[in-house]
């Protein structure tokens, strides 16, 4: 098989990886929640090449990209659900619906215009969707309700920072940071005895509490939670780096060092960046 700027050599592609017995092992044990992860990865692998203004990691990002979704159409396709080109339809359907002013007849002339139009389609849409879940029989809607304008499809740090802020405006929030404070001492403790108990699931739900307190005390002080962590994982990044290269001037690597060696180096690190900040 040869490489092709046609889709459809694509779309072969993934479902002879995904054909029992001839197909490629690891495809064929993949269903929707394994490939999520990765999904999610390519995104963000998007938009770093685009941070750096990096266009031959761009283009090959794209494709990583498109490969996901092509990856997820073939599994749904297998099972009936849908279809590649049913994915292609559906988007084209809908930026053909939502710019009348492009390829329809509409008087909305101006950008006010446009947004008003934009808001009334997304307005029926949003009706049909409805429909759509009910018969299906999927009753639970998070886009419902007074926080269903706060998108879940981005990531947790910042759907947290902005069901936070959504609250607030109805006054569902703390007068001041001090108290949050107390209410992370206090996750921390709930986290202490979850960890004694050994409850993997209480683990996890009682980690979340506590991150989604940091993430408060980040929105009263004005710093976003998700900018502070990248921060943090830049620094990190920096010192460990400091201590893979030292340890290599003394031929010595990773592997071998202590875990005592490599904090000293670490708090050497450390001692560095004050200097010099």
Request: aromatic share 6%; net charge negative; with cysteine.
């Amino acid at each position: 098989m040869e490489a092709s700027k046609d889709i459809s050599r694509l779309i072969e592609i993934m479902a002879a990886l995904r054909t029992p017995v001839t197909g490629c092992p690891w495809d064929l044990e993949q269903n929707f929640a394994t490939i999520k992860p990765y999904t999610i990865e390519e995104a963000y692998e998007v938009g770093d090449a685009i941070e750096r203004n990096d266009m031959d990691d761009l283009c090959e990002e794209l494709g990583d990209l498109l490969l996901q979704v092509v990856f997820h159409a073939r599994m749904a396709e297998e099972t009936g659900e849908f279809s590649f080109g049913d994915v292609v339809q559906a988007i084209t359907k809908k930026m053909i619906r939502r710019h009348p002013h492009v390829f329809a007849v509409s008087d909305a002339a101006t950008p006010d215009a446009v947004k008003v139009q934009w808001d009334d389609i997304k307005t029926e849409e949003k009706r049909e969707r409805a429909e759509r879940r009910a018969r299906r029989g999927i009753t639970e809607d998070f886009k419902a309700g007074y926080l269903g304008s706060v998108h879940r499809a981005q990531p947790a740090l910042t759907e947290a920072l902005k069901l936070q802020q959504r609250a607030a405006k109805v006054g569902f929030d703390w007068s001041e940071a001090e108290p949050i404070l107390d209410k992370i001492e206090e996750e921390v403790g709930e986290l202490r005895e979850a960890l004694r108990d050994g409850n993997h699931s209480k683990i996890s739900d009682e980690l979340g509490d506590l991150i989604f307190a940091l993430v408060n005390i980040g929105r009263h002080v004005k710093a976003d939670p998700e900018e502070a962590l990248r921060g943090t994982n830049t620094k990190f990044r920096r010192r460990f780096n400091y201590i893979e290269t030292s340890l290599e001037k003394s031929s010595q690597t990773l592997e071998d060092a202590t875990l005592e060696r490599m904090e000293e180096l670490w708090q050497a690190a450390k001692a560095i960046e004050r200097q010099i900040g």
